[in-house]
Nanobody
């Protein structure tokens, strides 16, 4: 599976951005797609993920209530709507996908086999 991420940019604090991640093919059950972010010198931080065949969504505490992850299975695309952005949300955001994940592993970047290119999100104060 190849992933193509888009939608980053520069926004003022309190603003919104929407990221998109398009997968190259349809995926099966227990396939998760989501987002991690990374700032220089730190590891990938879990942001949000969903199971492409179900309704479950998962968020980090730092973005819960502000970010919304959704999918359009007809387009093999997952979106991350980011509202009420804060300067600390500034990072490179990566789309990731993995198959046959168990719930206890979905927040760890090492369990995702497929990665898109990063897209930079900059939130100015």
């Amino acid at each position: 599976v190849q992933l193509q991420a888009s939608g980053g940019g520069l926004v003022q604090a309190g603003g919104s951005l929407r990221l998109s991640c398009a997968a190259s093919r349809r995926t099966g059950s227990r396939f998760y797609m989501g987002w991690f972010r990374q700032v220089p010198g730190k590891e990938h931080e879990f942001v949000a993920v969903l199971e492409t065949s179900g309704r479950s969504t998962y968020y980090s505490d730092s973005v819960k209530g502000r970010f919304t992850i959704s999918r359009d299975n007809a387009k093999n695309t997952v979106y991350l709507q980011m509202d009420s952005l804060k300067p600390e949300d500034t990072a490179v955001y990566f789309c990731a996908a993995g198959a046959s994940l168990i719930l206890s592993s979905i927040r760890s970047a090492t369990n995702y086999a497929y990665w898109g290119q990063g897209t930079l999100v900059t939130v100015s104060s």
